[in-house]
């Protein structure tokens, strides 16, 4: 599709908003398939919509009351990397040894529909103690990891077959893990406790978000994420809020996300007398401006250059009065939270009252 067409299809797009905690969520009533989605997004916003809570989730439903069809969200699979160890602790991986990989050739393939786990072959069959996809409700034995014993990693290879997250429940409960390998030495050593077949080792595949989080929360519907053919990127449904598998060529609105800038810390009053109050901030940085509401009205304030804190007097107040205060911090023309504080000026004192005081005082 040509660029210059779709920036005219957006700029004219129907669009609406809602706010949530870390992502500002604007639903786009254009109709793209997914690909051509995430790069209005990024072009035009941040990214496709992550959801990381229900929150999220209502947010998003909020961003268009009267739709009740489905839109793309961020999260999609993708065969080659997406690929997970169930032991999840960066600390049992060295550099590369996370990613380590030893498939069979052409695997994996999602031979007839998706497949999300994975197999080792034992060194005695065809396939050399190499890797391939299969789907995760096959039934077949599996390899434990069990920490180290004497200064040497233990696998167990068990005495029964299970499905893979039945083998899963099992290595956490009974040992550490599923296997990870992390290089060719432990994949030896694991297919060497296999006499014959294969095994479920820790690696399965799940789906990514296209901005990079790394955020495990799931919305699916009932039934989902299907494991049909050729459905590898999530949509959710407005209405139930609930996410489904679709194919991604398929042609869809899209839900985009710009990021929440954060609220300014330190707000204080720094210095107040009868008739006006100095505000005074820690600068976020030169490209975050800030917006201050205080009776009813709003102030643009700019930061000034330099590392200093942003400081704001405001002027023409009643002497003896509290007032509230509240900052929003704005870039892309996004606002935070914003945050509150209250302060008083200072009471006004007449000389003529003043030297009644000190009469009274001189009398006591």
Same mark, same amino acid.
Request: hydrophobic share 40%; proline share 1%; net charge neutral.
């Given at each position: 599709m040509d660029k210059r067409l779709l920036f005219i299809f957006i700029t004219g797009a129907q669009f609406s908003i809602a706010f949530a905690q870390?992502?500002?969520?604007?639903?786009?009533?254009?109709?793209?398939?997914?690909?051509?989605?995430?790069?209005a997004c990024r072009r035009d916003y941040t990214d496709l919509a992550t959801i990381e809570t229900t929150a999220d989730?209502?947010?998003?439903l909020n961003t268009m009351s009267n739709y009740t069809g489905k839109a793309w969200i961020g999260l999609y699979d993708e065969l080659y990397n997406s690929w997970k160890w169930s032991l999840d602790d960066s600390t049992f991986y060295g550099d590369g040894e996370y990613t380590f990989r030893n498939w069979f050739p052409g695997s994996p393939n999602d031979l007839n529909g998706p497949q999300l786990c994975v197999r080792l072959f034992s060194v005695n069959s065809d396939s050399l103690s190499r890797w391939d996809d299969r789907q995760c409700s096959d039934v077949r034995m599996f390899v434990c990891y069990n920490g180290t014993v004497n200064g040497t990693l233990s696998f167990v290879l068990s005495n029964v077959s299970l499905n893979w997250t039945e083998a899963q429940m099992f290595c956490r409960k009974n040992y550490v893990d599923l296997a990870s390998i992390r290089n060719q030495t432990e994949n030896d050593l694991i297919s060497?406790?296999?006499?014959t077949g294969d095994v479920w080792i820790g690696l399965y595949r799940d789906k990514l978000w296209s901005d990079g989080s790394l955020?495990? #929360? !799931?919305?699916?519907?009932?039934?989902?994420? +299907?494991?049909?053919?050729?459905?590898?990127?999530?949509?959710?449904?407005?209405?139930s809020g609930r996410w489904y598998d679709e194919g991604c060529s398929q042609s869809l609105p899209f839900v985009c996300y710009k990021k929440i800038p954060p609220n300014a810390k330190? #707000? !204080?009053?720094?210095e107040q007398n009868e008739? +006006?109050?100095?505000?005074?901030?820690?600068?976020?940085?030169?490209?975050?401006?800030y917006v201050l509401h205080f009776n009813g009205t709003e102030t643009n304030i700019t930061a000034p250059d330099g590392d200093g804190p942003v400081n704001h007097t405001v002027t023409s107040l009643t002497a003896g009065t509290r007032y509230t205060f509240t900052l929003f911090s704005v870039f892309e023309n996004v606002r935070s939270s914003g945050v509150s504080i209250a302060a008083a000026t200072g009471k006004e004192f007449s000389l003529r009252r003043l030297m009644i005081e000190l009469d009274l005082l001189a009398k006591l």
């Open positions: 870390t992502r500002q969520y604007y639903f786009v009533n254009v109709s793209l398939d997914w690909t051509s989605a995430q790069s989730v209502d947010a998003v060497a406790l296999i006499s955020s495990l #929360f !799931r919305h699916w519907a009932e039934g989902q994420p +299907s494991s049909a053919s050729g459905v590898q990127c999530a949509a959710t449904e407005f209405g330190g #707000f !204080r009053a720094s008739t +006006s109050i100095t505000l005074q901030w820690n600068k976020i940085n030169n490209s975050t401006s």
